[in-house]
């Protein structure tokens, strides 16, 4: 095969392979802007049954569920030996306490604009933007949490903290 040949080969196969890796990343979007399935609103049903008393079954309403729609909540409550209506009144507690000193009207909307503003000032070179490279971690990188040095400043205060590695793993000789 001559260079020539070689060489349109090989360039041929660096331009399929570049053209592979092009495309917006859509692992850090949350949310699903095409048309195709949300694959987290299906849930699977209970299989049917036949009650023992027929009496027991729900009365059918318009939009009314019936005893083999899935109930995730209740179901989880169960598993934890819990009762769903009770976890009900745990969450009102629980948001009673997180907004003891007030709450915000309008917060979500408020940080979102916030939110949009930084991205902006923070949108990357001319380059960046015109090859699309994504600039996500450089941008937040001042707000992220450096998890060793936090991890580091637990132990010092006496935190425990169970869940990371030991500080030292011992010689396995």
Do not use: W
């Amino acid at each position: 095969m001559s260079k020539f040949r070689l060489s349109i080969t090989l360039g041929l196969a660096l331009v399929v392979l570049a053209a592979c890796g092009r495309g917006d990343p859509t692992l850090l979007n949350l949310r699903q802007d095409g048309d195709g399935p949300d694959e987290f609103s299906v849930l699977p049903s209970r299989p049917l049954e036949m009650p023992q008393d027929l009496a027991a079954l729900p009365t059918p309403t318009l939009g009314g569920g019936n005893l083999a729609d899935p109930d995730p909540e209740a179901d989880i409550a169960a598993a934890l030996g819990g009762n769903v209506n009770r976890a009900s009144a745990g969450s009102q507690a629980l948001v009673g306490h997180a907004t003891r000193f007030g709450v915000s009207a309008g917060i979500r909307e408020t940080l979102a604009a916030e939110d949009l503003e930084f991205r902006r000032r923070n949108d990357g070179r001319l380059l960046e933007r015109i090859f699309a490279v994504n600039v996500y971690f450089r941008a937040y990188r001042e707000q992220s949490l450096d998890q060793y040095l936090e991890l580091e400043r637990m132990r010092a205060a006496g935190i425990r903290t169970p869940a990371a590695p030991p500080e030292e793993i011992g010689n396995l000789n």
